[in-house]
């Protein structure tokens, strides 16, 4: 390093080399991906590529055979499938993440609900919701601590139109905060959104610029 020059920023998440078989079955073979604060990246591959293995090694709730990850900051996980109390009502659901997370009032997570348009539910139990509102529900609880660092699985998955593009307003003032985003999918619609793509495939990731790919997807 040059004399007086800037160390470069600490990635806010770093996997090298990371490798995962279910029984005889390689699934990652060697996955590499660096995500800096405010970049947004998408992981994109086929179904049983391998991302939802991927995204829960990224947040550490699935080890990986071999391999690193670190994080910088707090984490934020969205996984595909909600995991929500079916008895419990949104409100306290918002409640019991709160105190899990020792959260100071749920300003927050009331913002996050009108953002993303259901606070007519707010009383309704997880179980009475529809797949939609409870992925609302599942996301709204992930960004409910406010995370730098922010794990999402398919997370538009059942929203409409107006929802899907409340869903971007609210990633791209992630972003703007200096969140680092990646978001799994199977299909990029809209790909000038992302800083970078990631494609999964024979286990690795070969990451690629959104503009070099105009037409990738769908063509």
Not at 170 to 196: N, P, S, W
Request: charged share 25%; hydrophobic share 40%; with cysteine.
């Amino acid at each position: 390093m040059a004399p007086g020059s800037t160390p470069a920023p600490k990635p806010a998440l770093q996997a090298h080399d990371i490798h995962k078989s279910y029984g005889k079955h390689p699934v990652l073979r060697g996955a590499d991906l660096t995500v800096a604060s405010g970049q947004l990246v998408a992981v994109v591959g086929e179904n049983g590529a391998g991302k939802s293995t991927l995204l829960k090694i990224l947040a550490g709730t699935l080890p990986p055979d071999r391999g690193e990850v670190a994080l910088s900051g707090a984490l934020g996980y969205c996984p595909q499938d909600p995991v929500l109390n079916a008895g419990l009502t949104v409100e306290q659901h918002l409640r019991y993440f709160a105190a899990a997370r020792r959260l100071h009032g749920l300003d927050r997570g009331h913002e996050l609900v009108r953002l993303l348009g259901f606070e007519r539910y707010e009383q309704s139990v997880a179980g009475e919701l529809s797949g939609g509102t409870r992925q609302k529900l599942n996301l709204t609880l992930a960004l409910l601590h406010d995370p730098d660092v922010l794990l999402l699985d398919e997370p538009y998955q059942g929203f409409d139109w107006e929802t899907y593009l409340r869903f971007w307003d609210l990633v791209d003032d992630l972003r703007t905060r200096g969140k680092a985003v990646v978001i799994i999918t199977h299909l990029v619609f809209e790909q000038d959104r992302f800083d970078l793509l990631a494609d999964l495939a024979d286990g690795r990731l070969t990451p690629r610029t959104a503009s070099m790919e105009e037409h990738h997807v769908g063509a």
